[in-house]
């Protein structure tokens, strides 16, 4: 079965830092780009990072650059996403996303929770 | 950034009944290679969001036939031929031609 599992969410104060992981099973990961989308509680999606094949191009929204590091592991079948500096309005479910070209985002993890809140 | 409007935000539909979904780019999804980049995604409540079409109007497996995408340009349209229970949720779409990508605001399905 194709799927992709989150962990690393949690609280964290203003400041912080977390990692995120995803962990991919089903499918060969190094065929496909990756990317991390977003929801804010009660809100709409945003796409937040994306990395190539060899995570040679990586892609970040304005809002994250210079915060945050999308990274994988071909060899561990893993996403990664490095948060630091965060704020409150970095408060949502972040998904794990397999994109197998220009969005077309086909297979996506059940999310973790990340929280800034002092 | 590409602004992707949907409406209407809010659709009742009776069971049975067809539903149509707008959605509009600030510019044009056409690709240099000539494609179009318009998807469009289900969030059920309580889920994740799931993929129902992708391109403009290719529907995954496992996608009822009921739901049909159509566009070009700036304008595309999300149909559901009749509406069945299991379909309320939110509807997003989705534009992957430019960077950042960008998704619609969302528009919540519910039956009256």
């Known amino acids: 079965e194709v799927q992709l599992v989150e962990s690393g969410g949690g609280l964290v104060q203003p400041g912080g830092s977390l990692r995120l992981s995803c962990t991919a099973s089903?499918?060969?990961?190094?065929?496909?780009?990756m990317a991390w989308v977003r929801q804010a509680p009660g809100k709409g999606l945003e796409w937040v990072a994306d990395?190539?094949?060899?995570?040679?191009?990586?892609g970040y929204v304005d809002s994250v650059k210079g915060r945050f590091t999308i990274s994988r592991d071909n060899a561990k079948a893993s996403l990664y996403l490095q948060m630091n500096s965060l704020r409150a309005e970095d408060t949502a479910i972040y998904y794990c996303v397999r994109d197998p070209a220009w969005g077309a985002a086909d297979i996506w993890g059940q999310g973790t929770m990340v929280s800034v809140s002092s | 950034d590409v602004v992707m409007t949907q409406s209407p935000l809010s659709l009742p539909v009776t069971l049975g009944q067809p539903a149509s979904i707008s959605c509009r780019s600030s510019?044009?999804?056409?690709?240099?290679?000539?494609?179009?980049?318009l998807h469009w995604f289900q969030q059920r409540p309580g889920q994740s969001p799931r993929r129902l079409i992708y391109?403009?109007?290719n529907r995954d497996s496992g996608v009822p036939d009921r739901f049909s995408g159509s566009g070009s340009g700036t304008d595309f349209t999300l149909k559901i031929s009749w509406v069945e229970a299991e379909d309320v949720g939110v509807y997003y779409c989705m534009q992957g031609t430019h960077w950042p990508k960008t998704f619609g605001q969302g528009t919540k399905v519910e039956i009256k």
């Open positions: 990395l190539n094949l060899d995570a040679s191009g990586k």
């Open positions: 089903g499918f060969i990961f190094s065929n496909y780009y």
């Open positions: 510019q044009s999804l056409v690709a240099s290679n000539g494609n179009i980049y």
């Open positions: 391109q403009v109007s």
